[in-house]
């Protein structure tokens, strides 16, 4: 099973991509990785699931940890999410309503006024 993650800086944001299927196996590798950054100080974070074909509910679950966890920093997280069967599990637990979910990275990044908006 592929899964991969890659990080790069855009301005103020740090880019977290997923590759491949997140869930049960693959979601505590995201988790790790987003500790690390945290731990590096990249606080304000845009989680470009562009990649991402499946995503169960411990990879949601691990997304809500993700959320706190920059949260608790004071950090900010918004998510890329143009696959529509990924976009409509985050409608259909309305986890789009706490966490900003946008088409592109590039709205993404644009959208740093408002942290829960939608584009």
Not at 16 to 40: D, I, M, N, Y
Not at 41 to 57: E, M, Q, R, Y
């Amino acid at each position: 099973m592929l899964f991969a993650l890659d990080s790069s800086p855009r301005g103020d944001w740090t880019v977290l991509s997923v590759t491949g299927e997140l869930e049960l196996a693959t979601a505590p590798r995201l988790r790790q990785a987003v500790v690390g950054l945290v731990g590096e100080g990249h606080v304000d974070i845009v989680l470009d699931l562009s990649g991402v074909d499946f995503v169960d509910s411990i990879g949601l679950g691990v997304i809500v940890s993700v959320l706190k966890r920059v949260r608790g920093r004071d950090g900010r997280l918004v998510v890329a999410v143009p696959v529509p069967r990924v976009r409509a599990l985050f409608e259909l637990t309305r986890l789009d309503e706490i966490v900003a979910v946008h088409d592109t990275v590039d709205q993404a990044v644009g959208a740093t006024d408002d942290p829960v908006r939608h584009g």
